[in-house]
């Protein structure tokens, strides 16, 4: 049985084929409407969430599957003090796939170390998101028509950052990769990301607080939220949150074929008069979300692509 | 010089940093062992200075993984019939559980009710563990 809790429990070829696939998805939809019929996708969300569960949930009904789950901690057996261990036994016996949320960083890990059932990490915490990952890759893959030989802006709060995180973890892998990391000093990367993958695999970066100076030179500019959840500290958040904001005058010193990405919700840190961009693409990154989570499904329950 | 009688059969922990017996001791719970067992601090090393050094009587099994662990540079030296038979290499394990705690507070060893402390070896050269479960860096447990 597999679970997905990092990027790296898909290598890259199985990432290829889930892009494959959901490139088939967004062509052919009708062809996978009774693909999981007789399966079932239990949204833990732990934490608030509207994209990631809407995104899980609409997925598994494309496919003919069913959906159960609870969204927020308070309207779980979470609030009476149950584990996740015991929570996943049970759900598992319920369903045939889940995909947890939680605030609390490995909980997702903890749950593939008991449940009956395939877990995909639907974000944990600060530390990984990988499922945003792949709607990231499907994105790029679909707009810049390759994943390899990019420089990739980073900006926000790269810290706490989940998607970041994951992105970086999954993009290593491909050759000619680069990253600018944009942020105030101390929301830079964690050093797990830093040492452990991009040192660790001698992939340049480099870490700037300035987004203006590096704009002219990237091919993807990876925009994310100050995330007042992760703040112990409210003073710091309120201090850090408007720090970068991506508005038109910005968007003229990029390149007129970079991309700009955001795992959404925004709050300030894209101007409104970006959208309208062409080069505005984190709309278009909700809908390759659930092609990608479509794909997914498709794998770990190990059902069958149809012939398209 | 302080004479500390030989062992006929058992182990003497050699290079322990000085100061730390304590934890080796505790570590390797010596205070069940039924046999003797000596401890000399701040002993003279022509290589460190100051050391430590146990003497364990009686051949139980020892968690030389956990040993490793703690500091690679320890020694274990084997000996029957009042005589060193063989010097144990240490080396880091890939993995230890329930001797250091995550301080990170968002980790779900933080919440998580049974859930046992697990660190792995992350890089063997600069002797990084991180926890098994967020990734935190396991700074000095000492």
């Known amino acids: 049985m597999r679970h ?6 898909l290598s890259v070829e199985e990432i290829d084929g889930l892009i494959d696939v959901a490139k088939k998805i967004e062509k052919n939809p009708k062809a ?9 996708l239990a949204t833990l969300f732990y934490e608030p969430s509207t ?61 593939s170390q008991f449940s009956p059932v395939p877990i995909i990490n639907a974000g944990d915490g600060g530390h990984q998101h990988p499922t945003q990952t792949l709607t990231d890759l499907l994105t790029i893959a679909r707009e810049k028509g390759r994943l390899d030989h990019l420089t990739i802006g980073l900006c926000g709060d790269l810290k706490f950052g989940r998607t ?29 990301v830093r040492e452990d993958v991009l040192e660790k695999n001698h992939v340049p970066y480099k870490e700037v607080d300035n987004l203006e100076d590096v704009m002219p030179e990237l091919d993807i500019l990876y925009m994310t939220r100050v995330q007042r959840e992760r703040f112990f500290n409210e003073e710091d958040y309120l201090r850090l949150r408007d720090r970068y904001i991506l508005d038109g005058e910005k968007m003229k010193l990029a390149p007129q074929n970079m991309i ?5 919700p925004r709050v300030n840190e894209i101007s409104l008069e970006v959208d309208n961009d062409p080069r505005a693409m984190y709309f278009k990154q909700a809908q390759y979300g659930v092609y990608i989570r479509m794909a997914l499904i498709m794998f770990l329950l190990g059902l069958e692509v149809p012939e398209v | 010089m302080i004479n500390i009688s030989g062992i006929e059969a058992g182990y003497v922990i050699d290079h322990i940093a000085s100061g730390k017996w304590r934890l080796v001791y ?3 719970q010596l205070d069940k062992v039924e046999g003797q067992v000596a401890i000399i601090t701040h002993a003279n090393s022509s290589k460190y200075g100051k050391k430590d050094i146990i003497k364990v009587e009686g051949l139980i099994p020892l968690n030389l993984e956990l040993l490793g662990f703690l500091d690679h540079n320890i020694t274990v030296a084997v000996v029957k019939d ?3 038979v063989e010097k ?55």
């Open chain 1, 4 to 9: 997905l809790l990092s990027p790296l429990d």
């Open chain 1, 32 to 40: 996978f409407r009774h693909v999981a019929d007789g399966e079932r």
């Open chain 1, 51 to 111: 994209r990631t569960r809407l995104s899980f949930e609409s997925a598994m009904l494309n496919l003919g599957g069913t959906v159960i789950g609870f969204s927020g901690a308070s309207n779980s057996s979470a609030s009476k003090g149950e584990t996740v261990a015991d929570t996943v036994r049970v759900v598992g016996c319920y369903s045939t796939i889940i995909a947890m949320r939680h605030h609390k960083e490995g909980a997702p890990m903890v749950a």
């Open chain 1, 164 to 192: 970041v995180h994951s992105l970086i973890t999954a993009l290593v892998r491909y050759p000619g990769v680069k990253f600018v990391c944009v942020s105030p000093e101390e929301l830079r990367l964690p050093d797990f």
């Open chain 1, 260 to 264: 700009v990405l955001h795992p959404l």
């Open chain 2, 26 to 28: 505790d570590m390797l």
């Open chain 2, 82 to 84: 009042g005589k060193l």
């Open chain 2, 88 to 142: 144990k290499h240490l080396s880091l394990p890939e993995e230890v559980e329930g001797v250091a705690t995550c301080h990170n507070p968002r980790c779900i060893t933080s919440e998580e009710r049974g859930l046992k402390q697990i660190f792995v070896l992350r890089d063997r050269e600069k002797r990084v563990y991180r926890c098994k479960y967020c990734e935190e860096k396991l700074e000095d447990f000492k």
